[in-house]
T-cell receptor, first 114, second 114 residues
Framework: KQEVTQIPAALSVPEGENLVLNCSFTDSAIYNLQWFRQDPGKGLTSLLLIQSSQREQTSGRLNASLDKSSGRSTLYIAASQPGDSATYLCAVENYGGSQGNLIFGKGTKLSVKP | KAGVTQTPRYLIKTRGQQVTLSCSPISGHRSVSWYQQTPGQGLQFLFEYFSETQRNKGNFPGRFSGRQFSNSRSEMNVSTLELGDSALYLC?????????????FGPGTRLTVL
């Protein structure tokens, strides 16, 4: 059974710092891995989707990497801003899994202090 | 293009009652998935509908049910509510629910069971 773990559960950094969020998964047979952002009381916003054949994806100040063999992904945020404060979730979609069924980690709550 | 909409945004019910939540997907999307988010369990997959058919179901009791209409709008119903059903219910839509189709999430319905 696929399990997704995110460490740390919470992170507080000063504005301007570069930071890395971690995601690990137990079953490497995945189609893709996706990073989401969730603001308090809100839905999820997709940030980056990495297909299983890819090693990384970039969007603006965000860079996500994927190492399937070791079951790890990282989300790198450059030059953090207070507006980046949110909970970041990673999710995987398995081979042989249900369509539309993403398996989520419990998230890392990021706070960026001005 | 309008995003995924969910109604109502907030609901308060008492134990034993039933509730119906609604989700309108992005225009042209035919797959709708439902998720339950709680502080303890995180995000968990409920079920997925495509072309009015439930294709997949998560590990939830039969009190949780859903349906999809010909215009792809979806409803989920929870009967005989329990305190533990208090959660944020999120729906997500995608073009066809194929693996690697990006899922777009709505803002969620916050259900409180008293």
């Amino acid at each position: 059974k696929q399990e997704v773990t995110q460490i740390p559960a919470a992170l507080s950094v000063p504005e301007g710092e570069n930071l890395v969020l971690n995601c690990s998964f137990t079953d490497s047979a995945i189609y893709n891995l996706q990073w989401f952002r969730q603001d308090p009381g809100k839905g999820l916003t997709s940030l980056l989707l990495i297909q299983s054949s890819q090693r990384e994806q970039t969007s603006g100040r965000l860079n996500a990497s994927l190492d399937k063999s070791s079951g790890r992904s990282t989300l790198y945020i450059a030059a953090s801003q207070p507006g980046d404060s949110a909970t970041y979730l990673c999710a995987v979609e398995n081979y042989g899994g249900s369509q539309g069924n993403l398996i989520f980690g419990k998230g890392t709550k990021l706070s960026v202090k001005p | 293009k309008a995003g995924v909409t969910q109604t109502p945004r907030y609901l308060i019910k008492t134990r034993g009652q039933q509730v119906t939540l609604s989700c309108s997907p992005i225009s042209g999307h035919r797959s709708v998935s439902w998720y339950q988010q709680t502080p303890g369990q995180g995000l968990q997959f409920l079920f997925e509908y495509f072309s009015e058919t439930q294709r997949n179901k998560g590990n939830f009791p039969g009190r949780f049910s859903g349906r999809q209409f010909s215009n792809s709008r979806s409803e989920m119903n929870v009967s005989t509510l329990e305190l533990g059903d208090s959660a944020l219910y999120l729906c997500a839509s995608s073009l066809a629910g194929r693996v690697a189709d990006t899922q777009y999430f709505g803002p969620g319905t916050r259900l409180t069971v008293l």
